[in-house]
């Protein structure tokens, strides 16, 4: 007597393939359904891209007018990269909603039903997230360096990719996004509210810099280089002086602060009710 399915052979009874496969695939086709994660990571290319044209182009109607000093120091691929200071807060924002929305409306319950190890989820929401906007940044980043550049080249100013920490600071640019948005994600599941999560990364970014920057001259400089989006700018914007870190220290710092604030998360998600 066949025991299986009529005209078939019967199913198998274990899968082997690992959860957090499964869950990474689960992830993925939430991350596609929802309709911010388009308008988040357009608004964040658009930014990139748009500024380094617009700001390249303000640059050089006024080239003219800018003092010697001024352009001896101005660094021609860190000004095209200007774009992610506007970038960042949208790839804040969705790095937090990533989490933060299915606790809102009450689908967190169903995920965890689905796959209750929840560190597991966790982890898939992490890999999808930091996948997705690592490919978004580091392409609207080298569109924002060419397009730059070529604005540039009008005053024999600009850059090229060969030259040395260039390639390291586009590249850069577009890694600092996606360790935002894990540190966003991490702060959205110790927080679990929308706007409590998206206040935090706001006060991260714009706020402690700011309160920093009120500070003496010689407790600003302390300090503020090792603030999370200081230390992780300092890898496509870095001026070399006491006040910032080196940009490989400065990235390693950044990729801590997001790496303590998933694994703080991670022991709360499964000390707490859904």
């Known amino acids: 007597m066949n025991s299986g399915r009529a005209g078939g052979t019967a199913p198998p009874l274990h899968d082997n393939r690992p959860?957090?496969?499964?869950?990474?695939?689960?992830?993925?086709?939430?991350?596609?359904?929802?309709?911010?994660?388009?308008?988040?990571?357009?608004?964040?290319?658009?930014?990139?891209?748009?500024?380094?044209?617009?700001?390249?182009?303000?640059?050089?109607?006024?080239?003219?007018?800018?003092?010697?000093?001024?352009?001896?120091?101005?660094?021609?691929?860190?000004?095209?990269?200007?774009?992610?200071?506007?970038?960042q807060l949208a790839v804040g924002t969705l790095g937090a909603l990533v989490i933060t929305s299915e606790y809102t409306t009450g689908m967190i319950r169903t995920t965890f039903s689905a796959v209750p190890q929840?560190?597991?989820?966790?982890?898939?929401?992490?890999?999808?997230?930091?996948?997705?906007?690592?490919?978004?940044?580091?392409?609207?980043?080298?569109?924002?360096?060419?397009?730059?550049?070529?604005?540039?080249?009008?005053?024999?100013?600009?850059?090229?990719?060969?030259?040395?920490?260039?390639?390291?600071?586009?590249?850069?640019?577009?890694?600092?996004?996606?360790i935002l948005g894990l540190l966003a994600l991490g702060l959205g599941a110790l927080i679990r509210h929308t706007a409590g999560a998206i206040a935090a990364v706001f006060g991260i970014l714009i706020v402690l810099p700011g309160i920093v920057m009120a500070l003496p001259v010689s407790w600003s400089n302390a300090i503020g280089k090792y603030l999370p989006s200081t230390a992780g700018q300092a890898m496509y914007t870095s001026i070399k002086n006491r006040a910032t870190l080196s940009p490989w220290a400065g990235f390693t710092l950044f990729c801590a602060y997001a790496a303590t604030t998933l694994i703080a998360a991670a022991i709360i998600l499964v000390r707490r009710d859904a």
Not at 156 to 167: F, S, Y
């Open 118 to 178: 929840r560190r597991v989820v966790l982890t898939a929401k992490a890999v999808v997230l930091g996948s997705i906007v690592t490919v978004v940044g580091v392409v609207s980043s080298f569109a924002a360096f060419f397009l730059g550049q070529a604005i540039l080249s009008a005053k024999r100013i600009e850059a090229h990719i060969g030259e040395p920490g260039v390639l390291r600071s586009v590249i850069g640019a577009g890694l600092y996004l996606a």
């Open 19 to 87: 959860i957090i496969v499964d869950a990474c695939r689960a992830e993925w086709t939430k991350f596609k359904s929802v309709r911010s994660t388009y308008w988040s990571l357009l608004g964040a290319s658009a930014a990139i891209v748009g500024l380094a044209a617009l700001l390249s182009a303000a640059y050089i109607k006024g080239y003219s007018t800018q003092s010697a000093s001024a352009k001896t120091t101005f660094n021609p691929t860190a000004f095209s990269l200007n774009g992610l200071l506007l970038a």
